[in-house]
């Protein structure tokens, strides 16, 4: 089935079978290998994307040709050039990562998370990114992370109006 | 971990989805969600050689109440729930604790209650928070669109009263009153687990305090989500009070007919079943300010 996505600004029109699965159509036929799949089995949240600019989704529980006509981002789509994305920025300076494997999917879930609610709670935050699994730091610094990428992205909408 | 092969048909009208499922009948699933449906396609535990997409149509995305009753649409994701401007009203709260905790923020981004209802698995929330709530399901088949209520729609595990090539539309929940509260306790070993046990309760009260109508139902407690019938008619016309609660979760304890798993033995699954009772008809009254 021919499906025309649009990730990260550019459309990509490819010839599916209605059964791939929209991570392994990021990874497989756009080259987008940011987008992890973790535990293949909608657990783990490694694979999260942002589907029409708000809404997070786990990648690999969802069909390529579900996203026919829609937006997705992924973590190759949130820096601006060579500037990150103050979420990126906020896991760099509050070391919100060791191998970084969660890391896309924590970003994304995240991002879309801000998009609802500009200034969390740490335990909105805990909450909200409470199906992203991180088997390596604890959690303690992807929060601190969030936290920072929060206030910023605050700092900047205020500067903007 | 990849499904088998389906033929896939996106719908662009309800009566559209309704002809494709009449044509290909017990071969085609609707997809809504997904959050169900694709992980047992791809672990082969359902194997439909046709998926009829109901994803396009906005008709049924709607969360809104009217005529005294709030309507879900068959793709109203669980998120659009919790963010409903409402929500919040305390007659809500069953609904509202429900919308918060199905599996994990991100499946709720999808995941749909209508989907959860037509799913019907026994550890699934929505099915024992519609017991509780009175629900009732619109569903669309051959001789037109039924309402059916929700005692009746939920039959047995992974079976509802939706037959081959008929669909559900939405789900229909009656508007509590203003001196309504509930509530929605489980027990999971990590969030988006399936439920250890969970019990869904709401109470509404007379003007003089008794309790007009109550509404009890278990979660991972037998074939479906239960009604603890005996513990509702024990509710009803009596004032709040610690005895009533134990007894109620007495009932419930007795009610549950769980299986022993990995979560549990079948005596630890029923004493929570009555714990988790006694904790949300606790929380119920507290949230109508009534101490007991």
Redesign the interface.
């Known amino acids: 089935?021919k499906v025309s996505v649009t990730v990260n600004g550019t459309t990509f029109e490819r010839d599916v079978?209605?059964?791939k699965?929209l991570a392994y159509f990021l990874r497989d036929d756009c080259g987008l290998t940011g987008t992890h799949v973790g535990c293949?089995?909608?657990?783990c949240?490694c694979c999260?994307v942002v589907m029409d600019g708000d809404?997070?989704?786990?990648s690999c529980?969802?069909?390529a040709?579900?996203a026919?006509g829609h937006q997705i981002l992924t973590v190759e789509g949130l820096a601006d050039g060579a500037t990150l994305h103050p979420l990126q920025q906020g896991f760099w300076d509050q070391h919100g990562l060791q191998c970084g494997y969660c890391t896309p999917g924590m970003l994304l879930?995240a991002y879309?998370?801000l998009k609802?609610n500009p200034n969390p709670s740490e335990a909105m935050i805990r909450?909200?990114?409470?199906?992203?699994l991180c088997r390596c730091t604890g959690y303690q610094n992807i929060v601190k992370a969030v936290q920072q990428a929060a206030e910023k992205l605050r700092e900047a909408a205020a500067v903007a109006s | 971990m990849i499904p088998a092969a389906f033929d896939y048909v996106r719908s662009h009208s309800a009566d559209e989805a309704f002809a494709e499922l009449q044509k290909y009948g017990a071969d085609a699933r609707v997809l809504a969600g997904g959050q169900s449906l694709i992980p047992a396609m791809r672990f082969r535990l359902a194997r439909p050689s046709v998926l009829v997409d109901i994803n396009n149509l906005r008709d049924l995305s709607a969360v809104r109440v009217n005529d005294g009753t709030l309507h879900v649409g068959a793709i109203t994701r669980d998120s659009d729930i919790e963010r409903a401007s409402w929500i919040n009203e305390r007659r809500w709260t069953l609904i509202h604790d429900v919308s918060c905790v199905v599996a994990d923020p991100v499946v709720r981004q999808m995941g749909t209650l209508v989907g959860s209802l037509c799913h019907n698995d026994p550890a699934g929330d929505w099915p024992a928070a519609a017991l509780a709530a009175r629900a009732e399901v619109v569903v669309r088949g051959t001789s037109g669109t039924r309402k059916v209520p929700i005692d009746a729609f939920l039959v047995d595990s992974f079976s509802t009263a939706v037959a081959e090539g008929e669909m559900a539309l939405e789900a229909r929940f009656p508007v509590p009153d203003e001196r309504t509260a509930g509530s929605y306790r489980k027990i999971e070993r990590k969030v988006g687990d399936f439920a250890t046990a969970g019990a869904a309760v709401q109470i509404s009260l007379n003007a003089d305090g008794t309790i007009r109508t109550a509404g009890i139902a278990l979660t991972a407690a037998g074939p479906c989500a239960v009604r603890v019938d005996e513990a509702e008619r024990a509710l009803v016309g009596q004032k709040p009070g610690a005895d009533l609660i134990r007894a109620a979760a007495d009932a419930a304890s007795k009610k549950s007919a769980p299986q022993a798993d990995l979560r549990g033995s079948i005596p630890y699954k029923k004493s929570l079943a009555g714990v988790l009772v006694a904790r949300g008809l606790r929380q119920a009254f507290e949230r109508l300010g009534v101490n007991v």
């Open positions: 089935m079978q209605p059964r699965l293949d089995t909608s657990n949240g999260v809404r997070a989704v786990k529980t969802m069909f040709v579900q026919d879930t879309a998370l609802h909450e909200g990114l409470s199906g992203n």
